[in-house]
DNA sequence: TCAAAAAATGAATACCCATTCACTTAACGA
DNA sequence: TCGTTAAGTGAATGGGTATTCATTTTTTGA
């Protein structure tokens, strides 16, 4: 015979999914990333080893729903923020401002989405990548409106996208790891300038 | 008693030591980067796994070596090439493209010193690799000259020179990890272009 | 040539972690 | 209430690999 799960305990359950996933967040977060294994999720979860197996299926999977769940998170910051805009350069720019912000604001989430993880596998990195790639289109897409609009020359606007993405990562994993620039809002208006010169921007 | 080696043994030993990075240069710039392990190392250098560690204290040492050793190979390229050019922007642009015609011939070489190294070393260390330190650096000195020349507008040029490798780096990972752009060479022109125009250069 | 010293060897060791599983505790429903 | 089912537990397992060390081989210098 079958039991069914009445919804307390449905409740408890997705509570502590729920609490693994934050514990895991706080755990990539950290500073010292040195010990984010399952033990030490699970410890801070406050559940054993085993149960983790209960609610995922291995360590991989945990990585992509915390990846993905603050992707979306800032996904969401970015297109509300878009939606104040016209223009497809202001678009463009608030994007920038909303990321710096937000990586500004919670440092950990800018060390998880930008940089990559070989300590937990190389097959997770092409999680990382993936996300990469979508960021790069979308500012490909902007940027081939631009060009619709002959608000910007001619130009390969995939190449032109990764190098705009490519600055910001580069600035920003300096800022993450050496500390500087030591202010990177301000540094966000030196790279908007840089790039929208870059991109050709017809003013 | 102390005894000392002839100039046979130092010859064998040295020998040894060279087989020992060579192997591990090809095993660290082979496709599958799966089984760079001593045993694996210490085999293709038709030694003992112990016999590593009367060479190189450890593993990371070897690493570190045999990084420097392609990181001094480049720059040796680049500065023989830089010495045919005066303006500074010709020294810029010869730089890129040779940098990128070695990624090409080499993509080893573009993969363990963009990607895996900085990867292994984030174990070790947070910092920011010195390599890369010390690209963005070189970018920098000659930004601050072409400022002084009055070639480019006033800018944050340790911002700018961040800026712009980032945007190879980001273009060049894409193309190892990718497979896109297709051509190197011709992204480069772009590249350049898109980084030329970015600094704002006075044409 | 030979005993001491140094170099070389590779199996054994040590370590780290993800994952499992025999067992305990809690929840279900007749 | 009680037998059955599901959830929870954490010590044990397994796999991978850097490093060590007891032993063997080579080199040195008298």
Excluded at 35 to 53: D, E, L, Q, R, V
Excluded at 85 to 93: G, H, I, P, R
Excluded at 138 to 143: E, H, T
Aim: glycine share 4%.
């Amino acid at each position: 015979m079958v039991y069914n799960k009445t919804q307390k305990v449905k409740d408890k359950m997705e509570g502590r999914r729920e609490r693994i996933v934050k514990a895991a967040r706080e755990i990539f977060t950290e500073d010292s990333f040195q010990n984010m294994s399952i033990k030490a999720i699970a410890k801070k979860a406050g559940i054993a080893t085993g149960t983790f197996y209960l609610y995922f299926t291995n360590k991989e999977a945990l990585v992509e729903t915390v990846v993905k769940e603050m992707y979306k998170e800032l996904m969401g910051l970015i297109k509300t923020e878009r939606s104040n805009y016209e223009s497809v350069f202001d678009k463009l720019q608030a994007s920038m401002e909303v990321c710096i912000k937000v990586f500004i604001r919670e440092k950990g989430i800018a060390r998880l989405l930008l940089k990559h993880f070989p300590e937990i596998n190389m097959a997770f990195n092409n999680k990382f990548t993936e996300i990469e790639k979508d960021l790069i289109n979308l500012v490909r897409i902007d940027l081939d409106e631009l060009q619709e609009q002959g608000l910007i020359p001619l130009q390969n606007t995939s190449i032109s996208a990764t190098a705009f993405v490519g600055t910001f990562r580069q600035v920003i994993l300096s800022w993450l790891q050496e500390g500087q620039p030591e202010n990177l809002e301000e540094a966000c208006q030196t790279l908007i300038q840089y790039n929208m010169r870059g991109l050709g921007k017809i003013s």
